[in-house]
């Protein structure tokens, strides 16, 4: 059986301190490289995230959550979300509406109290500083 993982990750407003979480399969400078690449184009799909964008710049910080070897299900990253309150428009930016529809489609998950409190965590200040770390 091969391994796979996915990274779950974090962008943080450096000047609101709103966080958006998401998750992906590749690696992380692509993603963040798409979420730019959206932000710069007007086009991402958080509209708060956007706005932000084009309000303060890119002030945006990307943080490693965990990284999950052969995920199941998408229960870490609905646990980061409900963690960080960022289906909250005061904490982030992702939107009650994806995480509800997600949590419904895996009902009957527990979520049980977050062994996840307490981690060191890494943020890269940049794309630049991603990169090197990955490479």
């Keep these: 059986m091969t391994e796979h993982s996915i990274t779950i990750y974090a962008f943080r407003n450096k000047e609101t301190g709103k966080i958006y979480v998401g998750r992906t399969s590749r690696p992380l400078k692509f993603r963040f490289q798409e979420h730019m690449k959206l932000?710069?184009?007007?086009?991402?799909?958080?509209?708060?995230?956007q706005e932000d964008?084009?309000?303060?710049?890119?002030?945006?910080?990307?943080?490693?959550l965990e990284v999950v070897k052969n995920p199941t299900r998408n229960q870490?990253?609905?646990?980061?979300?409900?963690?960080?309150?960022?289906?909250?428009?005061?904490?982030?930016?992702?939107s009650q509406d994806m995480g509800v529809?997600?949590?419904?489609r895996a009902a009957g998950l527990y979520v049980p109290p977050s062994p996840l409190i307490g981690r060191t965590w890494k943020w890269y200040t940049s794309a630049a500083e991603l990169a090197k770390e990955c490479n």
């Excluded at 964008?53 to 490693?64: A, K, S």
């Design 39 to 49: 932000l710069e184009e007007g086009k991402h799909t958080s509209f708060g995230m």
């Design 53 to 64: 964008y084009e309000r303060y710049g890119d002030c945006f910080e990307i943080y490693v």
């Design 76 to 94: 870490q990253e609905y646990e980061w979300m409900r963690l960080l309150e960022t289906y909250d428009d005061r904490f982030g930016y992702n």
């Design 101 to 104: 529809k997600k949590m419904r």
